[in-house]
Each structure stands twice: as structure tokens, then as C-alpha cells.
Nanobody, 128 residues
Framework: QVQLVESGGGLVQPGGSLRLSCAAS????????MAWFRQAPGKEREFVAV????????YYVNSVRGRFTISRDNANNTVYLQMNSLKPEDTAVYYC?????????????????????WGQGTQVTVSS
């Protein structure tokens, strides 16, 4: 099991930027893919982005591709989500999640059930 703690959320104006961080502990971080999901009020949790265990492969939901960048620092057990050109519809609680299985790479939206460890979430609000 791995413990995940997100940080970096907040209130930002449309067009602004935020960088979310997710610190991991308790398991070999570098061997597992990591992902970001989000959940807006009244909506289901949705996939945002995923990065492979080595960092060489990434995949994004269409609505954020070109605006968000997922990255990881395996030396410091941290995954990041850089969010640029934010829109009001990006408002949600953002969660990081760790894959259950070693050494997976994703080339499409992964099933939520593939991820067995979740953080507590960090609120992102995009509003003027």
C-alpha cells in the first residue's frame, strides 16, 4: 500500500495556472504508474492524466490535452500536474492515484479500478 498526499490547489482566475503535487510514501514509487483524477460537484470522478512508471509515456483526457502536463520525480517520490490556461470547467477536487500493478504503461484512458491507492484530494477553483 502507498500513502498519497496532494497539495497545491487553490483559487485562480480563468487563464491562470496552478501546479499540483502528490507526495508518495510506503511503497516503491518508481515502479508504478501514477494518475490524476478529478471530481466536480454533482459529477462522477473522471480521469485527467496518467504517467508511466518511468515517466516516458503520458496520456491525457481530451479536455485538458495541451493545457495540462503530468510529470514525476522518482528520486523524490512525487508526481506533479502543471495546469495552464485554466477554465471554470476545470473546477473540481483533484486526486492522485497509484496503479495496483507494476510497470504498466497507458495509451488510452485507464480504468479507475486499476488504481488502488488514492490521496485525500485538493480543491481547485477557477473563478473570476
Amino acid at each position: 500500500q502507498v500513502q498519497l498526499v496532494e497539495s497545491g490547489g487553490g483559487l485562480v482566475q480563468p487563464g491562470g495556472s496552478l501546479r499540483l503535487s502528490c507526495a508518495a510514501s510506503g511503497r516503491t514509487f518508481s515502479s508504478y504508474a501514477m494518475a490524476w483524477f478529478r471530481q466536480a460537484p454533482g459529477k462522477e470522478r473522471e480521469f485527467v492524466a496518467v504517467i508511466s512508471w518511468g515517466g516516458g509515456t503520458t496520456y491525457y483526457v481530451n479536455s485538458v490535452r495541451g493545457r495540462f502536463t503530468i510529470s514525476r520525480d522518482n528520486a523524490n517520490n512525487t508526481v506533479y500536474l502543471q495546469m495552464n490556461s485554466l477554465k471554470p470547467e476545470d473546477t473540481a477536487v483533484y486526486y492522485c492515484a497509484a496503479d495496483k500493478t507494476l510497470h504498466r504503461q497507458y495509451y488510452s484512458i485507464p480504468p479507475t479500478g486499476n488504481f488502488g491507492s488514492w490521496g485525500q484530494g485538493t480543491q481547485v477553483t477557477v473563478s473570476s
